[in-house]
């Protein structure tokens, strides 16, 4: 997923992330993760912070990031 810079702010990206997350967790899903870029000063990186993803682990020029969902 991503944003235009000119669209960020306005709550479309949170709510299609939420959107995601609530239908993975329907599923049956307990954890899902992500890649992103490995550098924490790109917006993406506070994006998914700020929606609760934590950091998991760098690897192969990625940052993994995971959620838990159904504890």
Known sequence: ?????SHEGIGIGGKLLCEVENWLKSEGCKRIWL??????????????????WDDWKIEHGLR????????
């Open 35 to 52: 890649t992103t870029d490995t550098n924490p000063k790109l917006r993406a990186y506070g994006f998914y912070r700020k929606q609760g």
């Open 1 to 5: 997923m991503a944003m235009l810079p």
């Open 64 to 71: 993994y990031m995971a959620k838990v969902l159904i504890e």
